[in-house]
């Protein structure tokens, strides 16, 4: 394994995940509430009566922070090596995993680890252990 030094941004990275720890803290802190992605997402799905807003208001934040960031910086164009289709599967399965393990890969490394719950633990270690393990079959025993 190479790392390509030319892409390597560990102090954008480091930026993020400052940035990212910082507003899972505050958030929990100022609402009383867990700032997992799904779990704000899904709970759009069947609203409470007077608990729609401040989701909505985060899910336009979300969608509208690409469009404010391009204002400032040329735009990244992913690269993508899959089919359409391949990506509707990849995504229903996420969908599906992700209410299946009651929460997503970084709402419960970031969240749930950091209010020590056993259950997050839990999933973080199966998330990773079956993506190190999906790595390693895909480049080793399938090339």
């Not at 509430?33 to 899904?42: A, F, K, Q």
Request: proline content about 5%; overall charge positive; charged content about 10%.
């Amino acid at each position: 394994m190479t790392i390509d030094w030319n892409h390597f941004t560990p102090w954008g990275s480091l930026a993020g995940g400052v940035l990212l720890g910082l507003a899972s803290a505050l958030f929990i802190l100022l609402n009383g509430r867990v700032l997992g992605i799904s779990g704000i997402l899904g709970g759009l799905l069947r609203p409470r009566a007077g608990d729609a807003g401040w989701r909505i208001a985060f899910i336009a934040g979300l969608l509208a922070a690409p469009a404010v960031w391009s204002l400032f910086a040329a735009p990244v164009v992913p690269r993508i090596d899959a089919t359409p289709a391949l990506l509707v599967v990849a995504g229903l399965l996420v969908g599906w995993g992700t209410r299946y393990g009651s929460g997503c890969t970084s709402g419960h490394g970031v969240c749930g680890l950091s209010r020590m719950s056993p259950r997050s633990l839990v999933a973080t270690l199966a998330f990773m252990g079956t993506g190190f393990a999906t790595v390693f079959v895909m480049r080793h025993l399938l090339a």
